[in-house]
T-cell receptor
């Protein structure tokens, strides 16, 4: 079955790095995604990683995937107040369609 | 802006009523997905359509139904509404229905059932 877990809350100081963690259970995941949701807004795709990759870097964002432990992380370098939002990891699972299973979301608070 | 549009933005209705949520996918996308975001259930996949045909079904109640029209827009119909149906309903679209296709989300429709 599919289950995606995240810690609920993370607080960092502006300029520090943030690391948001996620664990998933379905080994048939093809892509793993990170989405950002700002208050009152929709889901913005931040980045994604194919399940046979270990790392992907995209400007301030670094995604690390440990497939053996089914652990995914998102590192945001030089975190800014505009990064305050809820971050969702999601796994895309093969087998009938292309549904995404989302984690519970991690609320990132960036303090001055 | 993802290119996915949803209407209306907000909807307030009473228990027992029926509502229709509308979604227009990004230009060129053939797949449409519906998700529900609520406080107690989180973000849950409801249903997927690809080029007019139902492709995958998730935790969608029998009181809910959806369809995708020839112009590829989709509607989610919610009937016999209950207080617990209050949620944010997202539509997403992707080019095809493949498992490697990235889904782009619309801004959502916030449904409040009183």
């Amino acid at each position: 079955g599919e289950d995606v877990e995240q810690s609920l809350f993370l607080s960092v100081r502006e300029g520090d790095s943030s690391v948001i963690n996620c664990t998933y259970t379905d080994s048939s995941s093809t892509y793993l995604y990170w989405y950002k949701q700002e208050p009152g807004a929709g889901l913005q795709l931040l980045t994604y990683i194919f399940s046979n990759m270990d790392m992907k870097q995209d400007q301030r964002l670094t995604v690390l995937l440990n497939k053996k432990d089914k652990h995914l992380s998102l590192r945001i370098a030089d975190t800014q107040t505009g990064d305050s939002a809820i971050y969702f990891c999601a796994e895309g699972v093969t087998g009938g369609g292309n549904k995404l299973t989302f984690g519970t979301g991690t609320q990132l608070k960036v303090e001055l | 802006d993802s290119g996915v549009t949803q209407t209306p933005k907000h909807l307030i209705t009473a228990t027992g009523q029926r509502v229709t949520l509308r979604c227009s996918p990004r230009s060129g996308d053939l797949s449409v997905y519906w998700y529900q975001q609520s406080l107690d259930q989180g973000l849950q996949f409801l249903i997927q359509y690809y080029n007019g045909e139902e492709r995958a079904k998730g935790n969608i109640l029998e009181r809910f139904s959806a369809q995708q029209f020839p112009d590829l827009h989709s509607e989610l119909n919610l009937s016999s509404l209950e207080l617990g149906d209050s949620a944010l309903y997202f539509c997403a679209s992707s080019i095809t229905s493949g498992s490697t296709d990235t889904q782009y989300f619309g801004p959502g429709t916030r449904l409040t059932v009183l």
